[in-house]
């Protein structure tokens, strides 16, 4: 998904700063791949120092971003029961913490010169799936984080999220459930990444947009089990 975001914004003229932690030659030959001067920057940004040294590293390159896309995640799948607190940490960490430290880094270091955020939330945020409680709670703190981050770094940055519905489904998932997923949305179809690459375009570009939360779902935040 990010991958196709950076290819969408490359294509509308963006520099890109394509960010990746274990993917260094998925992440080289996309940069290759992009036109406008893009580079590559490693960071793990579940740790309290990676969201700032990656910023600090654009900087030092002399790519100071005029937006941040944070679309880095984890996807744990466990239920209640056997959620270990290190696992929450570990969700909370990467899929909350890193946005709310690459906000108050990114504030800092553009300071009057602004900015802005695009979070890439989860329609797990809405339907709180019980079997990926940490995921989906850490999703809807995304989108408070948001709305928060906007009031706190308004006027000069603007802030927003988007919401993904099923697009492209992690390894293993059976027919049978991609079936049942795509029977849940009310378009009765997945999504494609350039629909969330799409929603981040609008959001980049419309400069009334703060604290905005864009479901790009296929209505799967809106399912349930009786439509008529
Ligand atoms: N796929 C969907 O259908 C879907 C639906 C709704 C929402 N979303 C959201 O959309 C976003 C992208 O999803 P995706 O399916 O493209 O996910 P993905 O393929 O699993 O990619 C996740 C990314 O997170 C990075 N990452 C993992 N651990 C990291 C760490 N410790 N530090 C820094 N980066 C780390 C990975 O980088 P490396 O590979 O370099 O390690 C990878 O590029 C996520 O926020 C996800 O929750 C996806």
Redesign the pocket.
């Known amino acids: ?2 991958a196709e975001i950076a290819r969408h914004l490359a294509r509308r003229g963006a520099r890109v700063a394509v ?6 030659a ?2 080289l030959e996309l940069t290759d791949e992009l036109a406008h001067g893009a580079r590559a920057f490693r ?4 740790t309290p120092d ?1 969201p700032g040294a990656l910023l600090a590293a654009c900087e030092q390159d002399g790519m100071s971003p005029d937006a941040v896309v944070h ?5 744990l799948r466990r239920p209640l029961a056997t959620t270990t607190a290190e696992e929450w940490d570990g969700v909370m960490a ?2 909350l913490r ?1 946005l709310f430290l690459l906000a108050r880094d990114y504030g800092s270091l553009r300071g009057g010169r602004g900015g802005q955020i695009v979070a ?5 945020a809405r339907e709180l799936w019980p079997g990926y409680l940490a995921h989906c709670v850490s ?1 809807a703190g995304v989108l408070t984080l948001v709305q928060a981050l906007a009031k706190a770094m308004a006027p000069k940055f603007r802030v927003n999220a988007v919401v ?7 390894e293993g998932v059976s027919s049978a459930e991609r079936e049942a997923i795509r029977g849940r949305t009310l378009l009765g179809r997945l ?1 494609e990444p350039r629909h ?1 690459a799409e929603a981040v375009e609008f959001l980049l570009a419309c400069d009334y947009a703060t604290g905005a939360i864009l479901d790009i779902t296929g209505g799967a935040h809106l399912w349930r089990s009786e439509k008529g």
């Open positions: 998904m990010g960010h990746y932690h274990g993917s260094a998925a992440a960071a793990d940004l579940s990676g679309a880095a995640a984890s996807f990467l899929n890193a890439i939330a989860d329609s797990g999703k993904p519905g099923p697009v492209l489904l992690p999504g969330v």
